[in-house]
């Protein structure tokens, strides 16, 4: 029974309580701990490693810094927390200049990053630390057939030296639900949610490349680690009817929801009401 | 005589020329003295990271322009372009370079330099402001939604003061508080 420091950051529990309440139940079904982080909060998004690069490293050192009192790793649901969380654990261990720095700053509020846990995506733990073999023996309601494409999200993938993540990993969650992983040409391409704040048109073009190329490619759904990809997916695809004229009909669900489904919880256990983009083929396919 | 008269008119300029006098020669030594910052010098120009970028089409400055510009030392060009901004961050030119060279960082690192300068799009000086206010980007507001989905309504564990105070005391606190 695995223990872990959850980092929720601040997009999920204020936007996507769906997301973490499938993300419990289905830590629950494998006895996974996840102990709520104590005195943390947001991650500051690449918004503030792009304006203030110091305080960046402080604040999501302090987050490990906390992690480590009680020895366990950090998951969190999120690929932009991830991507900071990763990438200045990653800087630090090997900038023990800037290390020190980050640590006299650290030590007025009693705490010191060492680097003695990790920071990782709940996903790569699930896969790493349960195992598809243990994930197959819950899987009660097969998605047999059904085509999912996988939007990874570029901070779950890249820097690939930083985040040490396989793209594997979510094909094979994928998978052991008996839902097929539907290949198409944009798959690394990014969402567009980052540059929202400067340029809504270009993210909204971007989004709606990245629907077109899995639409095409025949995916009946697609599925999303991230609260930022998840809400620029579904949401974008109401935006998209009036900007483009495009009805995309893609649900979007988090990798959660999804393995939830085919666990065989109830559709409001995942909160599939609060997905913007109606579920309905995949609902019509678990009751068919 | 005729010759000339040929030759009147002058050659179409293809490119901008570069005025040496306003060249930056310390920038190239900034950059790579920043973080993730040491590789710029090995780029060779090949333009990989700009054929790798979902959005470089529509932009002035390429990436491997970027890249050349800083080597350079057109300092203010690159401090003030748009681009630098309207990188997603989505590493893709980075992971794509065979000379190592990590430009999404290096564009993080001139951002930095901008912000600095105060340099930065209204829009972001505003995410800065809300960060430093309520210590994260999004607030819970719908607690009965989290109650629905039988979660705390209020998250457990959630503390915003220790983040609040420790951008108070790095440049977020100087751009917010410049901006008053
Ligand atoms: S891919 Fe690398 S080496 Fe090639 S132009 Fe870009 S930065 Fe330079
Ligand atoms: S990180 Fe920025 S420059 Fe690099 S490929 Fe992505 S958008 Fe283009």
């Keep these: 029974m695995p223990s872990y420091n959850l980092y929720m950051g601040c997009s999920v529990p204020a936007n996507y309580p769906n997301y973490e309440t499938s993300l419990f139940r289905v830590a629950d079904k494998f006895g996974i701990e996840l102990i709520y982080m104590e005195g943390v909060s947001c991650c500051g998004s690449p918004n503030l490693r792009a304006i203030d690069y110091m305080g960046w490293l402080i604040v999501n050192a302090r987050t490990l810094a906390v992690a480590e009192k009680n020895g366990h790793d950090i998951v969190t649901p999120c690929n932009g927390c991830f991507g900071s969380l990763k990438d200045v654990y990653h800087f630090l261990i090997h900038n023990a200049d800037y290390r020190e720095k980050v640590n006299a700053e650290l030590k007025k509020t009693g705490v010191e990053f060492k680097g003695t846990i990790k920071p990782r995506h709940f996903i790569e733990a699930l896969y790493n630390d349960i195992g598809i073999d243990e994930i197959k023996k819950k899987i009660t309601k097969p998605l047999d057939g059904v085509g999912i494409a996988i939007h990874y999200g570029c901070h779950l993938l890249r820097p690939k030296d930083v985040t040490e993540f396989k793209p594997e990993i979510f094909e094979a969650l994928i998978r052991v639900t008996g839902a097929s992983v539907v290949e198409y040409p944009l798959w690394k391409q990014c969402c567009g949610a980052t540059v929202l704040p400067v340029n809504e048109e270009l993210a909204i073009r971007l989004a709606r490349d990245k629907l077109k190329s899995m639409k095409e490619a025949g995916a009946v759904f697609t599925t999303v680690s991230c609260p930022a990809c998840g809400n620029q997916l579904d949401l974008q695809q109401l935006g998209l009817k009036e900007s483009y004229g495009e009805e995309y009909n893609l649900p979007v669900l988090f990798i959660t929801q999804i393995l939830g489904l085919a666990m065989g919880m109830g559709d409001d256990e995942v909160g599939l009401e609060m997905n913007r983009v109606p579920a309905d083929p995949i609902l019509k396919h678990l009751s068919g | ?180």
């Design chain 2, 1 to 180: 005589m005729t010759e000339t008269e040929e030759k009147a008119d002058p050659p179409a300029v293809m490119i901008e020329p570069i005025d040496i006098s306003k060249l930056d020669p310390d920038f190239r030594e900034g950059i790579r003295s920043m973080p993730n910052g040491e590789e710029l010098s090995a780029c060779f120009a090949c333009s990989t990271c700009t054929a790798a970028c979902p959005i470089a089409n529509t932009w002035k400055y390429k990436p491997h322009q970027l890249i050349r510009m800083i080597l350079l030392g057109m300092r203010e060009e690159v401090l003030s372009s748009e681009e630098i901004w309207l990188c997603l961050t989505c590493f893709e030119c980075q992971e794509r370079c065979p000379q190592n060279v990590r430009v999404t960082d290096i564009f993080f690192d001139c951002k930095n330099l901008a912000a600095e300068e105060s340099m930065i799009p209204d829009s972001i000086v505003g995410l800065a402001k809300e960060l430093l206010d309520k210590g994260q980007l999004y607030v819970v507001t719908a607690d009965w939604e989290r109650e629905d989905m039988d979660l705390e309504p209020e998250v457990p564990g959630l503390s915003t003061e220790e983040f609040k105070a420790i951008l108070k005391g790095t440049r977020t606190g100087r751009i917010v508080g410049g901006d008053e």
